[in-house]
C-alpha cells in the first residue's frame, strides 16, 4: 500500500481522527476480495508516538511487517531491547469505525504535543500526523532539501 498526499483534518473533542477518504478507500480497494477483508485486517491501524511531535499510524500488515523485518533474538543487545520496548511498548492498535476513524489515544497526543488542528501526511508505507503549525513551519525547508536528499540516498542505494 502507498500512501501520497496531504490533508488537513481535525481532532475532535472525543479524540477521534478522521482517516481521510483518500486513503480509506485506497485501504478498501487493497483489502477487495482477500482473506484479509474477512478478518478486518487492513481496517486496524498501528499509532506510534514518533520523536519530534508526530504521530506515525501503520496498518496492521505494514506494522506486523516492520516487525518481523527487526526479528527475534535471545539475546538482543541493550539498544535492540531498548527500541522494541520504546516502539512496541508505545504502539497501540486501533480499530477503524464505520465512518473512518480511530480514537487517538491520549498519551500520545500529550506525548507529542500535538493539538485538534492536524495534517495527515501520506509517506509511502505509513501516515504521518503532524500538528498545521509544525507541518507548515518545517514543510518549505524540507521540500528545498528534496534535491540534495534524493542525491545522497540514491549514493546509499547504489545508484538504484
Not at 1 to 18: C, Q, Y
Not at 19 to 31: K, T, V
Not at 150 to 159: C, H, K, R
Request: net charge negative; aromatic share 8%; proline share 2%.
Amino acid at each position: 500500500m502507498l500512501f501520497t498526499g496531504t490533508s488537513e483534518v481535525t481532532i475532535d473533542a472525543k479524540g477521534r481522527l478522521a482517516i481521510p477518504a483518500r486513503y480509506r478507500n485506497a485501504l478498501l480497494s487493497a483489502s477487495e476480495g482477500t482473506e484479509s477483508e474477512d478478518e478486518g485486517r487492513g481496517f486496524f491501524w498501528y499509532c506510534v508516538a514518533w520523536p519530534g511531535g508526530m504521530l506515525r499510524l501503520y496498518t496492521e500488515d505494514a506494522f506486523e511487517r516492520m516487525g518481523r523485518r527487526l526479528g527475534d533474538s535471545l539475546t538482543a543487545s541493550s539498544q535492540r531491547a531498548q527500541l522494541d520496548r520504546t516502539l512496541f511498548g508505545n504502539a497501540e492498535r486501533l480499530e477503524m469505525d464505520s465512518a473512518g476513524r480511530i480514537m487517538v489515544p491520549k498519551r500520545h497526543l500529550k506525548l507529542t504535543g500535538i493539538p485538534n488542528e492536524v495534517v495527515v501526511v501520506g509517506a509511502r508505507n505509513r501516515l504521518e500526523v503532524w500538528s498545521r503549525e509544525a507541518w507548515e513551519a518545517q514543510e518549505q525547508d524540507q521540500f528545498s532539501k528534496l534535491s540534495a536528499l534524493i542525491d545522497a540516498l540514491d549514493e546509499v542505494d547504489g545508484g538504484s
